[in-house]
Each structure stands twice: as structure tokens, then as C-alpha cells.
């Protein structure tokens, strides 16, 4: 990938369309516009019709193109952009026209966007939240990845750095001129009662609920109960369709089964999980441990219990309100009502499911709502994130049993380290494999 080479790719979606968009970035741009525009390069940034032709001169297509001039573009090079008519024989004269010239070639996915990167356009957190725009599904990942994309996680992690580097700075000066001043334990106050509001602004990020990942990544509910009780026929309903197989007999679902909705405005994954009981039975055990795990793991529990077979008090929910929900089901054989529950549906003829769906939307929409920017949107940034908290509480503590004032200057550095690579500034080579490999050609 070398970055003297001049890229192209088609920027839009699949063909046919009504219009396609050849993007083409690098040093050739200038070649290109006196080779394959007929009247040359139009003036910069301003749409101009045009005709495309290739090298032999024929014609390619009539359409519009638009110059961007380094460095004012995406990628910060010199950039052209041709709207052509969006059939498949246009778009691929057009990409064999192009790549037929010295120097230029189709690029790799998301080489654009890598471009824009190294060219200091946008920072690391900004590229991921372009992927994350371009793959955005509902509104609510489209309004976090455009925060992103914007500069919302960059403004917080920079933020964090220039702390820590103040910080850095201050210790640093202690380890220089140990002697000066007052060098009583009150030297250090200042950076300890800032590492303190740093390291609760920090664990405050990192303790979100996972919000920022589960608006991009998708909400879990989990459906748990005995056997029988109907989680299959609720997670059918849920679905609209036969997704889980549903008998009359106990011990029916054996895995995990899961299905994508989305409620409330956010995408969310609704599993059915094997009934609970005590078993010998080596696959239903190895079923009911998946079970667990997975309600361990949701923002949602529904405890499904079995209408027909109604226990006298409520059953106790290890998660309390707003994660674990008491459902009755089976409603239609029901011989009392129990006040204790928090729904009672019939997932079989679907009397009470308005008011549930209504219900976990409202609850999903709560959770999405629950921090208004979350920091952190990707496991890249909660484990890095991670880090730099281990390495402030580290730093603290150096701070606190007097070790060093080169410790806790160390440890700052650590931080400041990792706050730099989630911003892509530095150690970033494999993380940036990793974030562009993932885009689409073109973008
Ligand atoms: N009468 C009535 N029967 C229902 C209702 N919902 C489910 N059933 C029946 O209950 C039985 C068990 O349903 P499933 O959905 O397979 O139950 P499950 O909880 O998934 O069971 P396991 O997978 O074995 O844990 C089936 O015969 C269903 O038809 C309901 O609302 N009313
Ligand atoms: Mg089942």
C-alpha cells in the first residue's frame, strides 16, 4: 500500500443505480484530468459537467465531476469525484480506464478513510465512527456514530490526555527538583486530588452499562425460565416467525437461540434459552450453564413462568428491577391471577404482547438513554480504556506509600499512552489493519 499510489474505487452502492461515484485519490489526479477529461480538470470544488473518455479516446460516459486539490479533500490529497450513469459496463470502463494509467490501482477497503487518517484528517475514534456511520442501521447508531465521527470521543480522550500530561509534567518537576519548594506530603496534594478526579471520570466511563456498545453492537434480552414455561413460543412471537422450535415436551431447546429486532429504535438480540432444572442429562446441563451465562450478560431478563403450573409466590429474580422482569405466560389456562407479575401474556394466541413489546422498548429506550455520551462504543476502547485506568490506580497508589515520584511518572506515561493509541497516535500499526480492513472498498 504504497502511499504514492493514486487509488480508486467505486464510492457508491451496488449496481445498477441511477448514479455511480468513482472516487479517485493521489498524485495522478493531474494525469488523469488531462488524460480522461475531455476539457481537462473543471475548477476546483465545483460540479462541472464533463465527458470521460480513455486513453484510445472513446468515450466512457457523460456526467459530472468535481476536483478537490490537496489538501482541502477526504484523504487530504489531490481527489476527483465522477458521478457517472450507474450501470455496471460505465462503472468498469471507467475503473479499467483509470487503473490503466501509471501509478494507479483500485484501493484496498477503507484505504480512503486511511488516507484521510494519516494525513491527520480525522483521528482514529473518527474513522471508526465513518464505519460505523456507513453501517449504521437505526437512528441510534447513526446519531452515536455521527457524534463520533464529529470529534465526540475525541474531544473526551484528548481531553484525558492533555490531564495526564499536565500531570506528567507536574511529577515531573518533582523528580527534577526534589529539593525545592515545600517538599512536605502537601507537595503532592495538587496531583493527588487531580489523579482522583480523573481516575472517578474514568471508572465513571468505564461503569456505563456498556451503553455505547450496546446502541452500535445491539441490546440483550434474555428469556429464562423452567421448562415448558413457553420461551420458545414468546421468542417465536417476538420474532414473527418459527425461529425456535417449540414442543410440548420439557427440555425442548437445548441451545441458545437468538434473534435481531429493533425495539425502541435500537437494534437488540432476543435469546431463548433451555428451561432450568436440575439435570443428569450431559447436553441439557451443558444447556442450562449457556442459559445462565446469557442472563448474566443481558441488559434484559425476562423470567418466563408457566401459567398452568402457577407457584403460590413470586420466584426470586437475582437481577432486580430494571433488568429482571416477571412474565406469566399462558394466560389463556390461567386459573388466578397472580398480583406479582409484572406481565401476563399468552405467547400462544398473543393476548398481553402489546403491552409487553411496549414495555421493553420502553425499558431499551431508558437504558439508551441512561448516559447521554457514552465514551466508549468499542471493545478496542474499553480495554484500552481499561489499561489506563490499571495504570492511574497504580500511579495513585505510588503516589499514596511514597514510592518515587519515577513511578508514578511511569505509570502517567502508561496512561497517556493508551489514551494516545485509542486515538490512533501512536503504536497503531496493527490497530489500524484491524479498523480499516473492516470498511467497505471505497469509503
Ligand atoms: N395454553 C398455552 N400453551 C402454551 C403457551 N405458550 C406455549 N405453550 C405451550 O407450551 C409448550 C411448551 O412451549 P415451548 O415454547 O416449547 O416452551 P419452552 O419454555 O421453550 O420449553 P423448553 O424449551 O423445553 O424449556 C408447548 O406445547 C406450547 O404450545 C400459551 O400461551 N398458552
Ligand atoms: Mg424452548
Redesign the pocket.
Given at each position: 500500500m504504497g502511499a504514492q499510489d493514486t487509488i480508486c474505487a467505486l464510492a457508491s452502492g451496488t449496481l445498477p443505480s441511477a448514479l455511480a461515484v468513482v472516487r479517485v485519490s493521489g498524485p495522478a489526479v493531474y494525469a488523469i484530468g488531462a488524460q480522461l477529461l475531455a476539457e481537462g480538470l473543471p475548477p476546483a470544488r465545483r460540479g462541472t459537467l464533463a465527458k470521460f473518455q480513455d486513453a484510445d479516446g472513446n468515450l466512457i460516459d457523460e456526467g459530472i465531476v468535481l476536483f478537490f486539490p490537496a489538501p482541502n479533500s477526504y484523504t487530504g490529497e489531490d481527489t476527483l469525484e465522477l458521478f457517472l450513469h450507474g450501470g455496471p459496463a460505465v462503472v468498469e470502463h471507467a475503473l479499467r480506464a483509470l487503473t490503466d494509467l501509471e501509478g494507479v490501482r483500485l484501493a484496498e477497503p477503507g484505504e480512503f478513510t486511511r488516507r484521510a487518517f494519516e494525513a491527520g484528517k480525522l483521528d482514529l475514534t473518527q474513522a471508526e465512527g465513518v464505519a460505523d456511520l456507513i453501517e449504521a442501521e437505526t437512528l441510534g447508531q447513526k446519531s452515536q456514530a455521527l457524534r463520533q465521527l464529529t470529534g465526540g470521543l475525541s474531544d473526551i480522550y484528548a481531553g484525558w490526555r492533555d490531564e495526564l500530561m499536565y500531570l506528567l509534567a507536574l511529577v515531573e518537576v518533582m523528580v527534577d527538583f526534589p529539593d525545592e519548594g515545600d517538599v512536605s506530603a502537601d507537595a503532592d496534594a495538587p496531583v493527588r486530588d487531580r489523579l482522583d478526579a480523573l481516575i472517578r471520570e474514568v471508572t465513571a466511563a468505564l461503569g456505563e452499562g456498556w451503553v455505547g456498545e450496546r446502541i452500535r453492537d445491539g441490546f440483550r434480552i434474555a428469556i429464562i425460565?423452567?421448562?415448558?414455561?413457553?420461551?420458545?413460543?414468546?421468542l417465536?412471537r417476538l420474532a414473527g416467525r418459527e425461529a425456535?422450535?417449540?414442543?410440548?415436551?420439557?427440555?425442548?431447546?437445548r441451545d441458545v437461540i437468538e434473534i435481531r429486532r429493533v425495539l425502541g429504535g435500537q437494534v437488540v438480540w432476543i435469546a431463548?434459552t433451555?428451561?432450568l432444572r436440575e439435570t443428569e442429562d450431559e447436553i441439557e446441563a451443558e444447556g442450562i450453564r449457556r442459559a445462565k451465562m446469557t442472563a448474566d450478560d443481558a441488559d434484559l431478563c425476562l423470567l418466563?413462568i408457566?401459567?398452568?403450573d402457577l407457584p403460590s409466590a413470586p420466584p426470586p429474580l437475582p437481577w432486580p428491577d430494571p433488568k429482571g422482569m416477571v412474565v406469566v405466560?399462558?394466560?389463556?389456562?390461567l386459573a388466578e391471577t397472580p398480583g406479582w407479575a409484572s406481565h401476563i401474556?399468552?405467547?400462544?394466541?398473543g393476548s398481553g404482547m402489546d403491552r409487553l413489546e411496549a414495555d421493553l422498548e420502553a425499558r431499551i429506550r431508558s437504558f439508551a438513554g441512561s448516559v447521554e455520551a457514552p465514551a466508549i462504543t468499542r471493545a478496542r476502547h474499553r480495554e484500552k480504556l481499561g489499561r489506563g485506568l490499571a495504570a492511574l490506580t497504580s500511579a495513585r497508589d505510588a503516589l499514596a506509600s511514597g514510592l518515587g515520584h519515577e513511578l508514578v511518572a511511569e505509570d502517567l506515561r502508561l496512561a497517556i499512552r493508551e489514551t494516545q493509541s485509542i486515538l490512533g497516535q501512536i503504536g497503531v500499526e496493527d490497530i489500524l489493519g484491524a479498523v480499516f480492513s473492516r470498511f467497505c472498498i471505497g469509503k
Open positions: 425460565g423452567a421448562p415448558n414455561a413457553g420461551k420458545s413460543t414468546l417465536n425456535a422450535i417449540v414442543t410440548s415436551k420439557p427440555g425442548t431447546t431463548d433451555a428451561g418466563l408457566d401459567g398452568s405466560n399462558k394466560a389463556d389456562v401474556i399468552s405467547a400462544k394466541d
